[in-house]
């Protein structure tokens, strides 16, 4: 069963950046599916992005094309967000969740079977 701790997280101001990691132990997330997920206060969690296992192929959410960047490192175990130009709207908790039965990542939180803890992001002037 694999084990997921995100960390990265902090106090950043608008227009800047920061990259997330999504470390894991008891597996190996070569064959994993990834998702990034973010949640802020009173609202929903909600799909960032996402990283398939079969191919690599990449998803994102219209409010971070462009400025957000999934990748892994398989040598590392470990799956990063590089979160540019941040936002205000951005502010949210953000976790990590893996499966490995999905080949093909989505953007849906069902599927997900394995789920960091979170980590803060607070984009704040």
């Known amino acids: 069963q694999v084990q997921l701790v995100e960390s990265g997280g902090g106090l950043v101001q608008p227009g800047g950046s920061l990259r997330l990691s999504c470390a894991a132990s008891?597996?190996?997330?070569?064959?994993?599916?990834i998702g990034w997920f973010r949640q802020a206060p009173g609202k929903e969690r909600e799909g960032v992005s996402c990283?398939?296992?079969?191919?690599?192929?990449?998803y994102y959410a219209d409010s971070v094309k462009g400025r957000f960047t999934i990748s892994r490192d398989n040598a590392k175990n470990t799956v990063y967000l590089q979160m540019n130009d941040l936002k205000p709207t951005d502010t949210a908790v953000y976790y990590c969740a893996a499966d490995p039965t999905l080949g093909m990542c989505v953007m849906t939180l069902g599927p997900y079977d394995y789920w960091g803890q979170g980590t803060q992001v607070t984009v704040s002037s």
């Open positions: 008891g597996d190996t997330l070569d064959y994993y599916a």
């Open positions: 990283i398939s296992s079969s191919d690599g192929s990449t």
